[in-house]
């Protein structure tokens, strides 16, 4: 499976780009959030990529971060979503405020979707707002477009526990637990302190 393509971008579009790696062309579909983050066409472009294999058809999904790509494929997990659909919500909305939306049960938001009616947003929420915390970017830029009121070194701390398998509302818990100690709140300390509190 292609799970990254660096190489010179031939084409971009805001739906799809060609990617040209050792003479080869890649046609590869794309939201339009990561279009407008494209280089010129000629240069050099990365991209992270989820390969879609059907009866029919090998197509490839890139993204221009590793956030954006794993909630795609959290979201292609529900029932309902298929790629094309996945790409269309994170075209309207940034994966931060995507994974927002639906942590909060924001139904109002998500059906303004292009093609997302209200039983696909609500099962969105239902499938989906419990598992969105260990995904890698999304549950810090989530904090702050949220105006956490968590510091960076906190906000460290909370994604450090998550990647330990503790959601984040416990993580959070600890971490106000763990800062009131009369200790020095650096990561290494805050971490140790929050770690023993969720074990």
């Given amino acids: 499976m292609i799970a990254h393509l660096r190489g010179t971008l031939l084409e971009k579009h805001p739906n799809l780009v060609i990617v040209d790696t050792g003479g080869v062309g890649y046609e590869v579909t794309i939201p339009v959030s990561t279009y407008s983050s494209l280089p ?19 197509l490839l999904f890139g993204f221009v971060s590793a956030a954006d ?17 996945a790409v269309t919500a994170l075209g309207g909305l940034t994966a931060p405020d995507l994974a927002q939306a639906i942590r909060e049960g924001s139904v109002e938001q998500l059906v303004r979707i292009p093609g997302v009616g209200k039983k696909t ?33 906190e906000e460290d701390v909370i994604s450090a526990l998550g990647n330990f398998g ?30 023993k509190l969720v074990r």
């Fill in 166 to 195: 503790v959601a984040r509302a416990a993580a959070e818990a600890a971490v106000t637990k763990a800062k009131s100690a009369t200790e020095g709140n650096d990561f290494d300390g805050l971490f140790r302190r929050a770690l």
């Fill in 40 to 58: 010129a066409t000629g240069t050099e472009v990365q991209l992270h990529i989820h390969t879609h294999v059907r009866e029919d058809a090998f």
């Fill in 69 to 85: 790509k794993a909630l795609f494929e959290k979201l292609i997990t529900v029932s309902g979503i298929g790629p094309k659909l």
């Fill in 121 to 153: 947003a609500e099962r969105m929420v239902l499938e989906l707002r419990d598992k969105l915390d260990l995904l890698p970017g999304i549950a810090r830029a989530a904090a702050v477009s949220a105006k956490s009121a968590f510091n960076t070194t």
